[in-house]
């Protein structure tokens, strides 16, 4: 009998052991949007300056936690150019590698765009990355856009057929601060996800104007945006900014989370880790951002 029970413990632990690295994380990454730094007073709920030290503290927590790297979702200075200087002075301290989308506020006083995505180390205006067998697609929906600098370029004329859309639609999205994609970075889009069915890579998503739910907020073409993402059962999530008080749906079984700002408080925060496991996507918010989890429509490959 005795010799049952040392049996049945030893497997009971074994067994324990082994749930535990099922459940352990196969990534780990920080989270963050609109910080939208700026050297100037508080305007109505936008605590401009108050940023910088809420983006040091949310570096520092990443540092701690060993996230293996971090994604900015975009809006990281508000009004000018020469802000980025001490938001990338914060970033250096970072001790894992970040990865950036633009915002719309981060096109103030660029008047070319390839300087920008040089002044954030971004390899293009939209790219993917992998992390094992993860795919990160960083998309630009800021691409098309009034504040982008699309005047005399092919762009402009893809601009007045969103907003003609939009008012023939009866859709809520048609202002300034919006801006969508191109058809031609439509159909990278669209043929990375079929090259990444094939591969049995799993997809990540990630937009500065959300996609869902709609609202005022959203992409111009947020709905062929959808339509394209949700053709392929490797895309886990979608996550976006630009909402600061946060949004949360699921398209078509894809959950679609909108993080809430940083800039949005005076005192507290809006950051995140993003963990992946075998069978979930757990977000662990910290400050105004809620902690959720997801269990995967389609099973990971």
């Known amino acids: 009998?005795?010799?049952?029970?040392?049996?049945?413990?030893?497997?009971?632990?074994?067994?324990?052991?082994?749930?535990?690295?099922?459940?352990?994380?196969?990534?780990?990454?920080?989270?963050?949007?609109?910080?939208?730094?700026?050297?100037?007073?508080?305007?109505?709920?936008?605590?401009?300056?108050?940023?910088?030290?809420?983006?040091?503290?949310?570096?520092?927590?990443?540092?701690?936690?060993?996230?293996?790297?971090?994604?900015?979702?975009?809006?990281?200075?508000?009004?000018k150019n020469s802000d980025l200087k001490k938001i990338m002075?914060?970033?250096?301290?970072?001790?894992?590698?970040?990865?950036?989308?633009?915002?719309?506020?981060?096109?103030?006083?660029?008047?070319?765009?390839?300087?920008?995505?040089?002044?954030?180390?971004?390899?293009?205006?939209?790219?993917?990355?992998?992390?094992?067998?993860?795919?990160?697609?960083?998309?630009?929906?800021?691409?098309?856009?009034?504040?982008?600098?699309?005047?005399?370029?092919?762009?402009?004329?893809?601009?007045?057929?969103?907003?003609?859309?939009?008012?023939?639609?009866?859709?809520?999205?048609a202002y300034r601060w919006n801006g969508g994609i191109s058809r031609k970075q439509m159909k990278w889009l669209d043929d990375l996800l079929g090259k990444c069915e094939r591969n049995h890579n799993n997809v990540l998503i990630f937009t500065h104007h959300p996609l869902y739910p709609q609202s005022e907020f959203t992409a111009l073409n947020n709905m062929e945006i959808l339509n394209t993402i949700s053709k392929y059962p490797c895309v886990k999530a979608v996550f976006s900014g630009h909402h600061h008080a946060g949004a949360f749906g699921y398209y078509e079984g894809i959950p679609m989370i909108t993080q809430e700002g940083m800039i949005e408080t005076e005192a507290q925060n809006a950051y995140s880790i993003v963990e992946i496991t075998r069978d979930s996507i757990l977000v662990k918010g910290r400050g105004r951002v809620p902690s959720r989890s997801f269990r995967y429509s389609h099973l990971p490959y």
Request: aromatic share 12%; charged share 20%.
């Open 1 to 79: 009998m005795k010799m049952f029970i040392r049996l049945f413990t030893c497997l009971f632990f074994l067994g324990g052991s082994a749930l535990a690295q099922d459940i352990s994380p196969i990534l780990k990454f920080g989270l963050f949007a609109d910080t939208q730094y700026a050297d100037c007073t508080s305007e109505n709920a936008r605590f401009y300056r108050q940023a910088l030290r809420k983006l040091d503290t949310c570096i520092n927590y990443f540092n701690q936690q060993n996230v293996q790297f971090t994604i900015n979702l975009g809006d990281i200075i508000d009004r």
């Open 89 to 173: 002075s914060s970033l250096a301290h970072l001790n894992n590698e970040i990865y950036h989308i633009t915002g719309n506020h981060d096109y103030k006083e660029v008047t070319d765009n390839s300087v920008l995505y040089r002044q954030l180390s971004m390899p293009s205006e939209y790219y993917s990355f992998k992390k094992q067998n993860w795919v990160f697609i960083m998309l630009n929906t800021n691409e098309v856009s009034a504040y982008a600098n699309v005047t005399g370029t092919e762009k402009e004329q893809e601009l007045a057929e969103m907003l003609e859309q939009i008012k023939r639609t009866g859709g809520k999205q």
